[in-house]
């Protein structure tokens, strides 16, 4: 049986993202990944919640609040990992302009300069801009937190079995509503 796979996201990235707040997700790698660049090893994936770089100042402050809310909820789990939701990748986009990125910034969590800090990270590669359709599980999965899931890389093979229902966040009709605010935005900057 093939294992499960999980994208490590800011833990309050993972919120706005089940909240239903953004439908997207910033990429351009860990510090760790073996290849040196971000790749999209599955279409489809958990959302493995992180909690080493997410700074309040980094984000919104209509969302800062949720950066201490989610160290919090680390705090309980000191050997273990809440797994909370799973992802679809309907889209993913290379941009590489400042401009592109700007048109974004009412689409996600990030502040300005954060997303920009992003994107020239690594400035001949592309940073992803995931459009993500992200589903709720009916019931939160604490797995082990293993030495495999350390370190700075955006994959992890789950080396526990995930297998519950889960609920879409958004209706198909808010979803779509969102994908089209992303698409429009990046549309607009060609």
């Not at 294992?3 to 351009?28: F, H, S």
């Not at 510090?31 to 980094?58: C, D, G, M, V, W």
């Not at 889209?91 to 910034?105: A, G």
Request: a negative charge.
């Amino acid at each position: 049986m093939e294992k499960p796979v999980a994208l490590r996201e800011w833990a309050v990235a993972v919120k706005a993202l089940e909240e239903g707040r953004q439908v997207i997700v910033l990429r351009k790698g860990g510090i760790a990944e073996e290849t040196k660049e971000f790749k999209l090893e599955s279409p489809k994936f958990y959302l493995f919640p992180s909690f080493e770089h997410q700074r309040s100042n980094l984000v919104k402050p209509e969302v800062s609040d949720l950066v201490s809310l989610t160290a919090a909820e680390a705090a309980e789990l000191t050997d273990e990992v809440r797994i909370t939701s799973y992802a679809e990748v309907i889209e993913d986009i290379e941009i590489t302009d400042v401009e592109t990125l700007r048109k974004l910034d009412n689409l996600h969590i990030w502040t300005e300069d954060y997303a920009e800090e992003r994107l020239k990270w690594k400035k001949t590669k592309p940073l992803h801009v995931l459009i993500l359709r992200v589903y709720k599980l009916e019931t939160p999965q604490i797995i082990p937190m293993r030495e495999s899931y350390g370190g700075c890389k955006s994959w992890h093979e789950l080396e526990d079995v995930l297998s519950v229902p889960m609920n879409p966040v958004l209706s198909e009709n808010a979803f779509g509503v969102q994908v089209e605010a992303v698409r429009n935005q990046i549309n607009s900057s060609k």
